[in-house]
Every structure is written in C-alpha cells, then in structure tokens.
Nanobody
Framework: QVQLVESGGGLVQPGGSLRLSCAAS????????MGWYRQAPGKQRELVAR???????NYADSVKGRFTISRDNAKNTVYLQMNSLKPEDTAVYYC??????????WGQGTQVIVSS
C-alpha cells in the first residue's frame, strides 16, 4: 500500500506561481511512474505532467513551458512547479503513482484557484 499526500495548493492571482508537493509514504519512484493530474468542476480528470518509465517527462500541451515536474528521491517527494498561472488552471490537482498491471494510487488532491 502507498499513501500519497499533496500540499501547496491555494489561491493565486493570474500570472503567479505555486509549487505543489506530493509525499509518498515509502520509496516507490524506482518502480512507479509518478504524475500529476487535475480535475476542474464539471470536467474529467486530465493529465498535467508525469514521469515515464524511462525517466523522461510528458506534459499536457496546455501547460508546456509553464509547469515543471521534478522529484527528490531522498525525500520520496514529487513536485509540480507552476508558473504563469491562468484562470483555466483552476482545478483540484492530484498526485498519482502508476505501475503496469497494478492499481493506480491517488492522493487526496489539493485545490488550486487562479483568480484576481
């Protein structure tokens, strides 16, 4: 079993920045692909950014050049640095841990609101 705990959400003005954190309960980065997803009201959950099994990264087109996913293996923590935030980035952001053939683990989510 893996627990994922997100933090760092909040209210920010358009153009501002936030850094989300996701702490895993144990060391899993070598076997799980970590990622960030988001879900806006009335919309489906969508991929924001993730690490692939090869260690590279994927980003949604809507966040490329603005968001950066990173990780600290020693702290079992994944980050999402979000810059140049827009109102359409408003959503609940979820951390995920995925492994082929296994159930996906999700965090409880952290709310991000981009508004003036």
């Amino acid at each position: 079993q893996v627990q994922l705990v997100e933090s760092g959400g909040g209210l920010v003005q358009p153009g501002g920045s936030l850094r989300l954190s996701c702490a895993a309960s144990r060391s899993i980065f070598s076997i799980y692909n970590m990622g960030w997803y988001r879900q806006a009201p009335g919309k489906q959950r969508e991929l924001v950014a993730r690490f692939t099994s090869g260690g590279s990264t994927n980003y949604a087109d809507s966040v490329k050049g603005r968001f950066t996913i990173s990780r600290d293996n020693a702290k079992n923590t994944v980050y999402l640095q979000m810059n140049s935030l827009k109102p359409e980035d408003t959503a609940v952001y979820y951390c995920s841990a995925a492994r082929p053939g296994y159930s996906v683990y999700w965090g409880q989510g952290t709310q991000v609101i981009v508004s003036s």
